[in-house]
T-cell receptor, first 112, second 109 residues
Framework: IAGITQAPTSQILAAGRRMTLRCTQD?????MYWYRQDLGLGLRLIHY???????GKGEVPDGYSVSRANTDDFPLTLASAVPSQTSVYFC???????????FGPGTRLTVL | GQNIDQPTEMTATEGAIVQINCTYQ??????LFWYQQHAGEAPTFLSY????GLEEKGRFSSFLSRSKGYSYLLLKELQMKDSASYLC??????????FGAGTTVTVRA
């Protein structure tokens, strides 16, 4: 059982380009989350999904979009990347929205 | 929203005890979590408190006082592998987590 996988592991991207970060879990968890982690700021919630077919905005949603077509996958899209989106992105999942969250290995994204 | 404070860095000796404090101000409280994060890796779940008191899990214990908006994580019998960042996270009434910036613990021989 892999748990949560994220792809790519790291990416360097030119500003203005579109980028999709992938997240897949095999635990059949209902809830999934996207966070960004920046030095000195801790993890901040970007978007979440409590169940397949639904999504919601977190603390820092601007410039990002998500979709949840099925239980396993929760991709995060940057429509037009900007340097301030340089960060480490973590996907997480939980059985339900009131349960413990478990994190994927992260994607390190650099926007130049 | 949440306001979560924890020290930036702590250093301790192998075999010693370290206590990491976390204070929070919240508009709705629904539990407090501690995660461990080694450099370059994902956060991993350590402990969860929703009621006042102490939760013990081997060498790690976590305490919560809801009236004081205060928690601590106690690491006993420190080992070199305990060198990591420790993240305090508060869950609100919508079940969303807000994280502190993390405390980097360095264990020295």
């Amino acid at each position: 059982i892999a748990g949560i996988t994220q792809a790519p592991t790291s990416q360097i991207l030119a500003a203005g380009r579109r980028m999709t970060l992938r997240c897949t879990q095999d635990m059949r968890h209902n809830a999934m989350y996207w966070y960004r982690q920046d030095l000195g700021l801790g993890l901040r919630l970007i978007h979440y999904s409590n169940t397949a077919g639904t999504t919601g905005k977190g603390e820092v949603p601007d410039g990002y979009s998500v979709s949840r077509a099925n239980t396993d996958d929760f991709p995060l899209t940057l429509a037009s990347a900007v340097p301030s989106q340089t960060s480490v992105y973590f996907c997480a999942s939980s059985e339900g929205d009131s349960d413990t969250q478990y994190f994927g290995p992260g994607t390190r994204l650099t926007v130049l | 929203g949440q306001n979560i404070d924890q020290p930036t860095e702590m250093t301790a000796t192998e075999g010693a005890i370290v206590q990491i404090n976390c204070t929070y101000q919240t508009s709705g409280f629904n539990g407090l979590f501690w995660y461990q994060q080694h450099a370059g890796e994902a956060p991993t779940f350590l402990s969860y408190n929703v009621l006042d008191g102490l939760e013990e899990k081997g060498r790690f214990s976590s305490f919560l006082s809801r009236s004081k908006g205060y928690s601590y994580l106690l690491l006993k019998e420190l080992q070199m592998k305990d060198s990591a960042s420790y993240l305090c996270a508060v869950r609100d009434s919508d079940y969303k987590l807000s994280f502190g910036a993390g405390t980097t613990v360095t264990v020295r021989a």
